[in-house]
């Protein structure tokens, strides 16, 4: 019997840092041993350009308009490590239906049967923002994606992206559908920003499973066009990567979200406002959570571990 | 590329097999294109409507008796149910037996397509079983649920456990294809993974796939020679036959665009052999793919017996037509799967085949391999001149303006009336099984000759009838508004 694909979907906020740290992520399980393919979801299509020397590849819709038909085969790239970089694509700005795009070039992978025939351990669906229609919640169907990681900052808008993705884990988790690992949380330099992060998983029942902190060290690797495992591979941004990958190859278990709804999520992010003012104005933080929901349970990271990065 | 029945969806023929819609050129130049894989398509700047695959899909599974059918789609997509409908029950009756297969449209509106219909489609689902107690329910996905990436699959899944019977999302969204025959493939991949069940034993039955079982008796009648009863799909099918169609000795389609992605799943999930013979469409035809199930079941020297005695009574008076038939000059078209088996039989009775218009084209079939019809025809020396056109008609009736033939022929009746409307002699091959056999030969040739020796009909509805089309499109190319291939 074949053995069985991890199938990751990372999603986050459009500029979060979601590609990098997808790109890294995939870097770091390449140097593990295993045979990953990076599929962008994203109409921008430069999910892998890290892992590419900075190319973009031909995408799989932009070679479906041309050619009319596409063996999936052909718009697999190899990049950094023989990880298989896949493109999407989509329409450009303003036109057309990216959710389509999405869901047109899945099924034709599936359909073909490539993930299989490829012998892969792991395919991680790198996803533009927050589940705004059934095309960007294709990957975490029934059958495809069953893990489900959201890249997010200690930023409102970020934050809300992530309410909205663990309201469409919600809808299709009792179908089959893929359930939430954690959340990475980017860019996190300061502390009252970890508490953030780390608040509002309390509040919806999930864990973070890395803290990444902003890093020049990415962006000299970025300019590179490369991964941070790839330029810096001993540098402590790369350590974090590491970390972080080996964390998602471990995983086993991921939940059911319990997202907050309109109301609370606005009332949790005010709170959080009063106390981020608190701080600037006296340094003396109050405490911000919103008023107690029955959270489901779940596992959390060991105290010692969620130190890494800060 | 092998079939994958691990999805409710499947590739449309035009990613699966690299098939075409536009082309117009010679048949030597398309087989021997399609045989190195360098057969591009030509889109047209300018087109007329076609068919869509997803009336083509649901269509077929509304053939099997005692099912429902749940077009989740605005209303407009079911306008095909009263129709679909009536054809069904015509057959039925036409057969003797009875069907409650239902059709039903669940009228997506604004709001179902802003929010996402998933949940009252649940509940139509479950109120069509309360309702009518179907056998199977079959999902049909539209253009609206394409594009919103409405998840009927999850609905499938979560009702599975609560309806008692086969249920199955159909991937036939309008825009996925230009080809409706995409349809017939879809419509087999919901009975390959909901209806089909593994094997138990090897029955004395084949598989016989067809559109609307004509000959049924006539078919009965000669498989009984060879200890075989064909079980014909779907029209007047019952989920209970469909569910043994892996336990068949072979699979046999009248037409090769229909029976391609049926066969070679069956034959590749469950080994029944899938016969992949020229069709048996005129004397060359018939011999051939009777000669090949005879082989395939073990039964060839019945075959041969057979074959010996209707040749005996059907040859002298086919020889006799011949005479009559010679030198008539036809244009045609018709879907690939009989364009290139008719021009065959064509120029076996002594008939010219002066253009031959197939509606789409697949290069190759299921199994990787150029249809044999194409190959048959090469070798025998054909190199008669082609398109391949989407049921555009303006590019017919140029065509057929610019030929003047003596006869056209199609299998689409629309297209004969527009024929007969500028004046040329058209006869209308709806029944596949017109021309199947030494009887049909006859059958066909017969009507060849009623049809051009009796010619008030178009004369006078031509003279009444005035054509949308200018003396400036007559005067172009029939393939002027193609673009270059892609």
């Known amino acids: 019997m074949a053995k069985k694909i991890k199938q990751i979907a990372i999603y986050g906020k459009g500029g979060i840092g979601k590609s990098t740290t997808t790109s890294n992520i995939s870097a770091a399980l390449s140097t593990m041993g295993y045979k990953v393919m990076q599929f962008g979801c994203d109409p921008k299509s430069d999910s892998t350009n890290t892992l590419r020397g900075g190319d973009y590849i031909p995408t799989v819709l932009d070679t479906l308009r041309e050619k009319g038909r596409v063996d999936a085969r052909d718009v697999i790239f190899p990049g950094f490590n023989d990880i298989y970089c896949v493109e999407a694509g989509g329409p450009a700005p303003g036109v057309g239906c990216a959710g389509r795009g999405i869901i047109t070039a899945v099924t034709l992978f599936r359909q073909q049967k490539v993930f299989e025939e490829l012998d892969l351990d792991y395919v991680i669906y790198d996803v533009l923002g927050d589940v705004v229609c059934g095309g960007f919640a294709m990957p975490i169907r029934e059958g495809i994606a069953e893990h489900v990681f959201t890249v997010s900052s200690a930023d409102f808008m970020s934050i809300y992206a992530a309410n909205n993705l663990f309201k469409g884990i919600e809808k299709y988790s009792n179908t089959g559908g893929a359930l939430l690992g954690g959340i990475i949380a980017n860019s996190i330099n300061q502390p009252y920003a970890q508490e953030i992060v780390d608040d509002f998983a309390k509040q919806t029942g999930t864990q973070v499973v890395s803290y990444v902190p902003r890093s020049v060290t990415v962006t000299q690797s970025e300019l590179q066009g490369k991964t941070t495992i790839e330029a810096f591979p001993d540098s402590a941004q790369a350590k974090v990567y590491t970390d972080l990958a080996q964390r998602i190859a471990n995983h086993t278990d991921s939940i059911t979200p319990a997202p907050l709804d309109g109301p609370a999520l606005r009332n949790w992010a005010s709170k959080w406002a009063d106390n981020l003012l608190a701080i600037e104005q006296s340094g003396t933080p109050i405490s911000a959570s919103v008023p107690a929901t029955p959270l489901p349970t779940t596992s959390s990271i060991p105290a010692s571990e969620k130190a890494v990065a800060v | 590329m092998s079939i994958n029945l691990n999805e409710s969806s499947v590739g449309t023929r035009e990613n699966r097999l690299g098939s075409i819609t536009g082309y117009s050129g010679r048949l030597s130049d398309l087989v021997e294109r399609s045989h190195c894989g360098t057969l591009g398509n030509h889109e047209r700047c300018f087109s007329q409507s076609s068919t869509c695959n997803s009336s083509c899909g649901l269509s077929q599974l509304a053939g099997i008796r005692d099912v429902a059918v749940i077009n989740h789609a605005p209303s407009g997509c079911t306008a095909v149910a009263p129709g679909i409908a009536t054809l069904d029950r015509q057959m039925a009756t036409k057969r003797g037996v009875t069907t409650d297969t239902v059709f039903i449209g669940t009228d997506m509106d604004e709001q179902d397509t802003v929010f996402g219909a998933t949940g009252p489609l649940k509940d139509i689902v479950r109120e069509i079983y309360r309702r009518y107690h179907p056998r199977a329910i079959f999902i049909g996905a539209s253009c609206v649920t394409g594009i919103i990436g409405e998840d009927i699959d999850s609905v499938v899944d979560d009702l599975r456990d609560e309806i008692p019977v086969p249920l199955a999302a159909i991937h036939c969204e309008g825009f996925r294809s230009r080809i409706w025959a995409s349809g017939f493939d879809v419509a087999d991949q919901a009975v390959m993974t909901s209806l089909v069940k593994p094997p138990k034993q090897r029955s004395n039955k084949v598989n016989f796939k067809n559109f609307f079982e004509s000959a049924r008796d006539e078919i009965i009648d000669i498989f009984s020679n060879f200890d075989v009863e064909p079980t014909f799909l779907y029209v007047n099918s019952t989920v209970d036959e469909l569910e043994h169609l892996s336990e068949a000795q072979a699979t046999i389609s009248i037409c090769g665009t229909l029976g391609t992605y049926l066969g070679n799943a ?112 090469l070798k025998n020396g054909s190199d008669f001149k082609l398109s391949i056109t989407d049921q555009q008609n303006y590019e017919i009736l140029n065509i057929l303006d610019h030929y003047q033939p003596d006869i056209y022929l199609s299998r689409h009746p629309g297209t004969t009336v527009w024929a007969i409307k500028q004046g040329v002699p058209a006869l209308c091959v709806t029944d596949e099984y017109m021309i199947f056999g030494y009887r049909g030969v006859l059958r066909f040739g017969n009507s060849v000759l009623d049809t051009i020796r009796n010619r008030s009909f178009e004369k006078n509805l031509a003279a009444r009838s005035e054509l949308p089309y200018t003396d400036w499109w007559y005067q172009q190319d029939a393939d002027a508004l193609m673009k270059e291939e892609l």
Do not use: C
Not at chain 2, 292 to 309: L, T
Not at chain 2, 330 to 356: C, D
């Open chain 2, 266 to 377: 069956l034959e590749e999930h469950y080994g029944v052999p899938y016969i992949r013979t020229i069709n048996p469409l005129g004397v060359t035809g018939f011999e051939t793919w009777l000669r090949e199930i005879g082989k395939v079941i073990g039964k060839s020297d019945k075959v041969e017996a057979y074959i010996a005695q209707e040749r005996a009574k059907y040859l002298p008076q086919i020889e006799k037509l011949k005479g009559e038939l010679e030198g008539i000059r036809v244009v045609l078209g018709m879907g690939p799967g009989y364009t290139f088996e008719v021009t065959r039989v064509l120029e076996e009775l002594g008939m010219e085949v002066v253009w031959a218009a197939a509606w789409h084209f697949d290069p190759n079939y299921d199994n990787g391999a150029v249809p044999p019809s194409m190959d048959h025809l």
